[in-house]
């Protein structure tokens, strides 16, 4: 059974604050580990990916963390913005199209 | 980028009939195509996988005679809830994945809300 668990549930922060989301996983086969943007009434939307030969990638304001021994990554977003303001997903996966399992996501509200 | 174009948006039916989703990928060739169902404030969770002229491989508890899915060609796949009641009320989602497709294999479309009275 492939688990990924995603922290917090939750998160409120204020406009300019830095927002930090964990996932944890469990199959050391993985080898691709992204998180997935979805405002309300619209399908996920890659937002940043790491490999696991890289401990982390920036792409803006938005940052991953990936630690491998601790099978576990973060998606930090810098400066956020109330249009950050949405559900993350993590979806661990190995490469080859196989079927994703998404965390349980983490609803994130940037207060003005 | 890859684009899954899906249709209709929002979809209101009466109980008893019948309701076809579609999925389009736009600008790539999906081989592989994916259906999610997504209840309000909960994650994703995947239905049912299809590969581009075989038939599709069902998760566990979803009834594949209710939710029958197609994938004719490498451009396009539907999902026909049948024989819909409201319990079948719900946001859902396709993926899909292929060659062309710079995003590691998936792009999703961008949901059908189906709601069931």
């Known amino acids: 059974q492939q688990q990924v668990k995603q922290s917090p549930q939750s998160l409120i922060v204020q406009k300019g604050g830095i927002s930090i989301i964990n996932c944890a996983y469990e199959n050391t086969a993985f080898d691709y580990f992204p998180w997935y943007q979805q405002f309300p009434g619209k399908g996920p939307a890659l937002l940043i990916a790491?490999?696991?030969?890289?401990s982390e990638k920036k792409e803006g304001r938005f940052t991953i963390s990936f630690n491998k021994s601790a099978k576990q990554f973060s998606l930090h977003i810098m400066d956020s913005q109330p249009g950050d303001s949405a559900t993350y997903f993590c979806?661990?996966?190995?490469?080859?199209?196989?079927?994703?399992?998404f965390g349980t996501g983490t609803r994130l509200l940037v207060s003005p | 980028g890859a684009v899954v174009s899906q249709h209709p948006s929002r979809v209101i039916c009466k109980s008893g009939t019948s309701v076809k989703i579609e999925c389009r990928s736009l600008d790539f060739q999906a081989t592989t195509m994916f259906w999610y169902r997504q209840f309000p404030k909960q994650s994703l969770m995947l239905m049912a996988t299809?590969?581009?002229?075989?038939?599709?491989?069902?998760e566990q508890g979803v009834e594949k005679d209710k939710f029958l899915i197609n994938h004719a060609s490498l451009t396009l796949s539907t999902l026909t809830v049948t024989s819909a009641h409201p319990e079948d009320s719900s946001f859902y989602i396709c993926?899909?994945?292929?060659?062309?497709?710079?995003?590691?294999?998936?792009?999703f479309g961008s949901g059908t809300r189906l709601t069931v009275v």
């Open positions: 979806a661990p996966h190995s490469t080859g199209f196989q079927k994703l399992v």
């Open positions: 993926s899909a994945s292929g060659t062309g497709n710079s995003n590691y294999g998936y792009t």
């Open positions: 299809s590969n581009e002229g075989s038939k599709a491989t069902y």
């Open positions: 790491i490999r696991p030969d890289v």
